[in-house]
């Protein structure tokens, strides 16, 4: 994919850099999973999404039926001590070590998707109201995406927010050729769109069966993103 980092962005060392933006996809299409399994089982709330969460919230509070102001607020808060947690991790990081402080973010990730996983075990939708169960998986999910977004966050790699993909749009959108811009990382804006899209689509199937294949597949790619990561990291210390 074109548009790799540059050393004054991340101060990483080249290997990790160029592995950086396809690991950050990966993470993209882990949001779509997890955003498809909390609005679509878990009472309409979702836990990547903050945007999307608070809006619920206010509908919620406004008394609009089928919303929660507990499940949104649970998710809201869980978010938020998430990106303290994620915070506190890359607060540390300079220049130089960016990439691998946000590593160890992104495996307090797979942590807690794995919680999530786990505690799926056997949930059904009918349970929403009568059940602490969603609220945990709210709960869990919405750590694991906050530590997730704070790690990121410090990154600060262009049009790779893994969450959010309004300005993205507004990217493909505004320096298009129809609006005489010259489409800068086009292929990495397309596929952030992209990648967000199929990992919620596939997350909408995969509900329909279990949620807890859902959040093992987001969790067993939130590993393989990690993993790919570490490695890059390690090979570059060899060198």
Do not use: W
């Not at 498809?36 to 609009?64: C, D, K, P, Y």
């Not at 893994?162 to 990495?188: C, E, H, Q, Y």
């Not at 997350?203 to 597949?217: C, E, F, K, P």
């Amino acid at each position: 994919m074109a548009g790799t980092l540059n050393n004054s962005s991340t101060g990483a060392n080249p290997t990790a850099e160029k592995i950086a933006p396809y690991v950050l996809l990966g993470m993209t299409a882990v949001t779509g999973l997890v955003d498809a399994v909390s609005f679509l089982s878990l009472g309409s709330v979702f836990t990547a999404n903050m945007t999307g969460n608070i809006l619920i919230l206010a509908f919620a509070t406004a008394r609009v039926p089928g919303l929660s102001v507990a499940r949104s607020l649970t998710a809201l808060v869980a978010f938020f001590m998430g990106a303290i947690v994620g915070g506190r991790i890359t607060a540390r990081a300079n220049t130089d070590s960016r990439i691998r402080f946000a590593a160890q973010a992104f495996l307090l990730e797979v942590v807690f998707l794995s919680a999530a996983s786990f505690c799926s075990i056997g949930y059904r939708s009918g349970l929403l109201e009568h059940s602490l169960q969603p609220l945990v998986l709210i709960a869990f999910t919405g750590l694991a995406m906050g530590t997730r977004n704070a790690a990121v966050r410090k990154l600060a790699i262009p049009d790779l927010t893994t969450t959010v993909l309004t300005l993205t749009v507004t990217g493909i959108a505004a320096d298009s050729s129809f609006a005489k811009g010259d489409n800068p990382r086009l292929a990495r804006r397309v596929g952030s769109v992209l990648a967000i899209f199929f990992g919620a689509a596939v997350g909408a199937v995969l509900i329909r069966y279990s949620i807890s294949a859902a959040l093992a597949l987001a969790t067993v790619l939130s590993v393989a993103c990690s993993t790919a990561l570490f490695r890059s990291l390690r090979t570059s210390d060899k060198l």
